[in-house]
């Protein structure tokens, strides 16, 4: 049963995780280098699991749901798309408009809680390609049939939905290796210490434009409020709300993140479970589509 009823979204829970999302952000950014260059330079985020579940995204619309500070965005606007970033941040927001400017490469960003920008996009017709989403976005979503809605609600007749997921069993993990935090049916979570620094944590693995110490021994003082869902969870809501399950695809490792030491490390700023512990699945990947194509 989902933590919220059908229909209901948790606003408060919304609103505290922008104030730790808004704290946090600088702390991110102050260890990135040369942002900026590195976009005009043809410098890209993505890994190649988004890149194969988008599809061939020249010349298409897409929107890209919970874009943080818009470096994956503005790589889809690299590879030929027209791109639409959404965050409740604005922190985030704003340093994503200042590096699309920065960086000559346009996009367009809207500060939103999710849950309201689907209800004005529908409304003014909006209307899109493809609908991308990743690492890190499902956690925040209070409801997850009024968020399939919403895609359902501004995806074109036969436009994609991708999403590049962390697990719910990575997510699970505590420090022993054993499971420690909830993974299913929405369960709601208070963090005290907020959102990290996990750019400073992961060092250059999340700062390829280059990285520096930046910001040092950052903690948080907005404390943040997850909602656990599985992977059954997250298929059953895209169902529900009328797409066609296309993809669901698991992956014994991790793009760019840990959630703590440990992990053995795999080329291509990969990880996976250390040699004298049995592979688990660590990430997976959704492609849906709206009937009518």
């Known amino acids: 049963m989902n933590a919220n009823p059908v229909g209901t979204i948790d606003r408060d829970a919304h ?115 493809i609908v991308f989403a990743s690492y890190g976005a499902i956690c925040w979503l209070s409801n997850l049939n009024r968020w399939a809605d919403g895609i359902t609600g501004i995806l074109k007749p036969g436009g994609r939905f991708a999403l590049v997921e962390f697990h719910p069993t990575l997510q699970g993990l505590g420090e022993d290796w054993t499971p420690e935090y909830p993974s299913i049916e929405g369960k709601r979570q208070v963090y005290t210490e907020g959102i990290g620094d996990y750019v400073g944590m992961m060092g250059e693995i999340l700062a390829p434009s280059g990285f520096e110490a930046g910001v040092t021994e950052f903690e948080n003082p907005e404390a943040v409020i997850e909602f656990a869902w599985s992977l059954g969870d997250v298929a059953t809501a895209l169902l529900e709300a009328g797409l066609i399950l296309r993809v669901v695809r698991e992956y014994p490792y991790s793009n760019g993140y840990t959630p703590f030491s440990g992990f053995k490390e795999l080329p291509g700023k990969r990880f996976t479970m250390p040699d004298d512990r049995a592979l688990i699945p660590m990430m997976y990947g959704v492609v849906a589509e709206a009937p009518g194509g």
Not at 24 to 43: L, Y
């Open 15 to 129: 609103e505290q995780n922008r104030r730790s999302w808004n704290a946090v952000t600088p702390a991110h950014n102050s260890h990135k280098q040369n942002q900026a260059e590195f976009f005009r330079s043809g410098g890209s985020t993505l890994f190649p699991e988004e890149i194969e579940l988008v599809g061939d995204i020249a010349g298409k619309r897409l929107v890209h749901l919970q874009c943080n500070c818009g470096q994956d965005t503005l790589s889809l606007a690299q590879l030929g798309a027209e791109v639409v970033g959404v965050d409740i941040s604005d922190a985030a927001i704003g340093t994503a408009r200042q590096l699309s400017v920065d960086s000559g490469i346009p996009a367009t960003f809207h500060r939103a809680d999710l849950f309201d920008w689907f209800t004005e996009a529908k409304e003014q017709g909006e209307q899109f390609d």
